[in-house]
């Protein structure tokens, strides 16, 4: 796997913005959060680890949010996408006729993907071409796969609108085996959110009755160290509880 530009990741979140925009608006976010930090009385180096924080992850968190919910409207279109175009070549459209309905039908971001595919082939790349370059805007599978099935029936021949009523099943049993790995999943995520929630929740608690008893984690030099510790260790076994419970297939 190739390392995406900025640029490239920005497009696939379905932003129309460059990456100068980004990085400006990033730096702009650091800043404001390094004032607002150090207004608040934090110390110099930990408003400059907020602001470090707020200015680098902050903004790359709601590139790749951004990009999984649209992969997720995606996937959610695509296979009924297929549905319609073998009806169309079905029924005696060419595959491009059939491509133009789904793309003015279809709704977002299906409907701006195929209209990529329609602009590509009008320039005079070949249609099974232009469907393989879905896969490098949408790095999904099924995009893969619609891709490949057009390009390989598009250069060899044969029944097209089997291939893809064929494609349009494996989508539907991908989509239904994601579902029962989710639904499967469930509870040991909900086991991870607990564990997760628990100190925080036992802190607040405490401070609320004690408050005198816990403050000493922020205001002596030593419960510092230790609650930055604590941060660490607890986001430590986030991730690894987090990488425990997410299937791939």
Known sequence: QKKLSLNARIAQAGL??????FIIGSCVLGAAMLVLAYMGGVSLLAAAGFALSAGLGLPRWLL???????????????PDAVDVIVRGVKSGLP???SIKIVATDSPEPLKSEFKAIIE?????????????????????????????VVAIQSKTGGNLSEALGNLSKVL???????????AMSM????????????????MIMVYIMVPD??????????????????????????LVMKKMINFDF
């Not at 082939?121 to 490949?148: D, H, V």
């Not at 539907?172 to 989710?182: F, G, T």
């Not at 008893?213 to 986030?238: D, F, K």
Request: with cysteine.
């Open 95 to 97: 595959l491009f006729d």
């Open 64 to 78: 790749s949010f951004l990009k999984s919910r649209r992969e997720k409207k995606f996937l959610e279109a695509l």
């Open 16 to 21: 129309t913005w460059s990456s100068q925009h």
């Open 187 to 202: 509870e040991a995520k909900a086991s991870a959110a607990i564990i997760g929630a628990l100190p925080p929740i036992v």
């Open 172 to 182: 539907r049993d991908r989509r239904k085996m994601a579902a029962k790995v989710q």
């Open 213 to 238: 008893y816990i403050s000493l984690l922020w205001t002596h030099p030593t419960g510092r160290m230790m609650l930055a510790g604590c941060a660490l260790w607890m986001s430590a076994g986030v």
């Open 120 to 148: 590509t082939q009008t320039i005079g790349m070949p249609i099974g071409e232009a469907c393989q370059r879905l896969y490098e805007r949408m790095p999904l599978p099924e995009a893969n796969f619609f891709g490949i």
